[in-house]
């Protein structure tokens, strides 16, 4: 198990707290869904927490944590606000790349602006991210990317958001290459659908297709801290791909074993959707 040098901390209201042994965690998106639920969970390990989102102030849900935490406005494409975090954060044990956004639809339909706002969070976001404060990451450190199961398997009407996540993922991959060899290990978080935030993103450019997902969205069982509980224990375990769920892994593994069938029955399912169209 990795040590950590003792660390202080100051909470939102400026009060020091001693860390004693307790490690320094970065997340982004950290104001609601699974960034706040990664938050929760570590926090509940003792762990000092810097949550950032694009609120200029944390919100109610951030106001009520427990722990030692500290909030500040980030904007995953603003270069400036990262340079900022760079200047003011020396050293961080855990750093989740965490801030994203859904964009459904087919091809045609999803705008070049689509694209590029979604590319600018979804993949730019992260790169920023790690270019920034991947420095700041010690022996024994953890980058985490949090991607999605449609980075592992890319369903129709889904395009935009599949490229991002399948980006990430390589990118997660690459990063755990380059930086294993100073004792940073990588992880990527790839879940199904869960229950979150994210449909408050989808784009409205496609009416049908953000309903399907808001569906899918509202109607699985799995809630953000189910996949916060279990991922944490992946990164724990220094793994590189977590799947948090059955489905995800069934999918996942139904891909690199059972290529042919899989790539029948998503070829059928483009084909029944074209005719619902």
């Given at each position: 198990?990795?040590?950590?040098?003792?660390?202080?901390?100051?909470?939102?209201?400026?009060?020091?707290?001693?860390?004693?042994?307790?490690?320094?965690?970065?997340?982004?998106?950290?104001?609601?869904?699974?960034?706040?639920?990664?938050?929760?969970?570590?926090?509940?390990?003792?762990?000092?927490?810097?949550?950032?989102?694009?609120?200029?102030?944390?919100?109610?849900?951030?106001?009520?944590?427990?722990?030692?935490?500290?909030?500040?406005?980030?904007?995953?494409?603003?270069?400036?606000?990262?340079?900022?975090?760079?200047?003011?954060?020396?050293?961080?044990?855990?750093?989740?790349?965490?801030?994203?956004?859904?964009?459904?639809?087919?091809?045609?339909?999803?705008?070049?602006?689509?694209?590029?706002?979604?590319?600018?969070?979804?993949?730019?976001?992260?790169?920023?991210?790690?270019?920034?404060?991947?420095?700041?990451?010690?022996?024994?450190?953890?980058?985490?990317?949090?991607?999605?199961?449609?980075?592992?398997?890319?369903?129709?009407?889904?395009?935009?958001?599949?490229?991002?996540?399948?980006?990430?993922?390589?990118?997660?991959?690459?990063?755990?290459?380059?930086?294993?060899?100073?004792?940073?290990?990588?992880?990527?978080?790839?879940?199904?659908?869960?229950?979150?935030?994210?449909?408050?993103?989808?784009?409205?450019?496609?009416?049908?297709?953000?309903?399907m997902a808001r569906t899918l969205l509202s109607r699985t069982r799995l809630t953000s801290e189910t996949i916060a509980?279990?991922?944490?224990?992946?990164?724990?375990?220094?793994?590189?791909?977590?799947?948090?769920?059955?489905?995800?892994?069934?999918?996942?593994?139904?891909?690199?074993?059972?290529?042919?069938?899989?790539?029948?029955?998503?070829?059928?399912?483009?084909?029944?959707?074209?005719?619902?169209?």
């Amino acid at each position: 198990m990795s040590r950590f040098l003792p660390r202080k901390s100051a909470d939102r209201s400026g009060r020091a707290a001693a860390a004693g042994g307790a490690r320094r965690v970065f997340i982004t998106g950290a104001a609601s869904g699974l960034g706040l639920a990664l938050a929760t969970e570590y926090l509940t390990l003792g762990d000092e927490v810097i949550l950032t989102d694009v609120h200029a102030d944390p919100p109610p849900a951030v106001q009520g944590l427990q722990g030692r935490w500290t909030y500040r406005r980030l904007d995953v494409t603003s270069d400036e606000d990262w340079r900022s975090a760079a200047e003011e954060i020396d050293s961080l044990d855990i750093l989740v790349n965490n801030a994203g956004i859904a964009i459904g639809g087919p091809l045609e339909s999803t705008s070049m602006e689509s694209w590029q706002r979604i590319v600018d969070i979804n993949l730019l976001g992260v790169v920023r991210g790690c270019r920034a404060l991947a420095p700041t990451l010690g022996r024994g450190g953890r980058l985490v990317i949090t991607a999605s199961a449609a980075g592992l398997v890319h369903a129709p009407q889904m395009g935009a958001y599949n490229a991002t996540k399948a980006a990430v993922v390589a990118l997660g991959e690459t990063l755990d290459a380059e930086l294993r060899p100073r004792g940073v290990s990588t992880s990527v978080i790839c879940p199904q659908f869960f229950r979150s935030g994210l449909a408050e993103s989808l784009s409205g450019e496609d009416a049908r297709a953000d309903e399907m997902a808001r569906t899918l969205l509202s109607r699985t069982r799995l809630t953000s801290e189910t996949i916060a509980r279990r991922s944490v224990r992946g990164i724990e375990a220094r793994r590189l791909v977590i799947t948090p769920d059955a489905l995800a892994t069934f999918f996942w593994y139904s891909k690199r074993f059972t290529r042919v069938p899989f790539l029948g029955s998503t070829r059928l399912i483009g084909r029944v959707v074209a005719r619902g169209r």
